[in-house]
Structures are given as structure tokens and as C-alpha cells.
């Protein structure tokens, strides 16, 4: 089986936050970067090149799949924000209605602008993932 390319680089989170461009997603980063170590309690661990994890949990799926990923986090892409709440979503809506505008897929959230959104609802979103995360799996520190 084919190695997982989604694992913390060793890369110090400072290093990638200060690459981050245009100035204004920067900006949106380090708020970022505030709001999920507040609310996780966790430092953040880059993952692969860009992502900032807070926390780690181990899987295995019923298939007897196991590896190991961060628990939440953020990439500062710059064409926009991409926030990761996993497993997934769940039943999140009533607090998605509350947040601004944004996209999803599976077990991502895309922001074009931070100044958009609520930022309690979505302190309230990053809790509620990770609640929700570890009723499945147990999440330690990364």
C-alpha cells in the first residue's frame, strides 16, 4: 500500500505563514492560525508542504485501513482558504447557515474572504468538528 503524502513535514509553522500571499490572505492566516489554537488548545504541526493540523488522530476503517491524520486545521491557499473538519461535516447546518459564504466538499470548507465570515460561528464549527471527531477516534496533541 502506497504511503500517505498527508503527514506532518517538520516545516515550522512560522515559515509558512509568512510565505503566504497576497498580503490580505496573510492576514487571514495568522487569524486563523489564532482561532484554531484557541479553540483546540493545540500548537499547529505542518502537514505535507502548507497544511496547519491542530491535534492527530489515528483511524482504522472497517476494511482494516489505518494511518494517521491531523484532527483539524487550515491551508492558506491563494486563491482562497481551505479549512479541514474531519471526518466530515456530519449534521453541522445550523451552524454552516450561521457562518457566511463558503463551499464545501467532503471534509473541506473553501472561504474566499475571511472578513465574510462570523468568526465565533466558526470557532463554533472548528469545536463542533472536532466533538464530533472524537466520539470516533481518540485526538492527542500532535
Known amino acids: 500500500m502506497a504511503e500517505a503524502k498527508t503527514r506532518p513535514s517538520g516545516i515550522d509553522p512560522e515559515a509558512v505563514l509568512a510565505a503566504v500571499t497576497p498580503e490580505r490572505r496573510q492576514q487571514d492566516a495568522r487569524r486563523l492560525e489564532a482561532l ?8 499547529p504541526v505542518v502537514w505535507a508542504e502548507y497544511m496547519m493540523g491542530y491535534g492527530r488522530y489515528r483511524y482504522t476503517y472497517a476494511s482494516g485501513h489505518s494511518g494517521e ?19 466530515g461535516y456530519g449534521d453541522f447546518e445550523p451552524i454552516l447557515d450561521r457562518l457566511g459564504p463558503y463551499r464545501k466538499g467532503k471534509a473541506c470548507l473553501y472561504l474566499t474572504r475571511l472578513d465574510r465570515v462570523d468568526m465565533d460561528v466558526l ?15 481518540p485526538v492527542t496533541a500532535a
Open 36 to 43: 484554531f489554537r484557541k479553540v483546540t488548545g493545540f500548537e
Open 69 to 87: 491524520c491531523l484532527a483539524t486545521g487550515f491551508a492558506p491557499r491563494k486563491r482562497e482558504l481551505v479549512l479541514y473538519v474531519m471526518p
Open 123 to 137: 470557532a463554533d464549527l472548528i469545536r463542533a468538528g472536532l466533538e464530533d471527531l472524537k466520539t470516533r477516534w
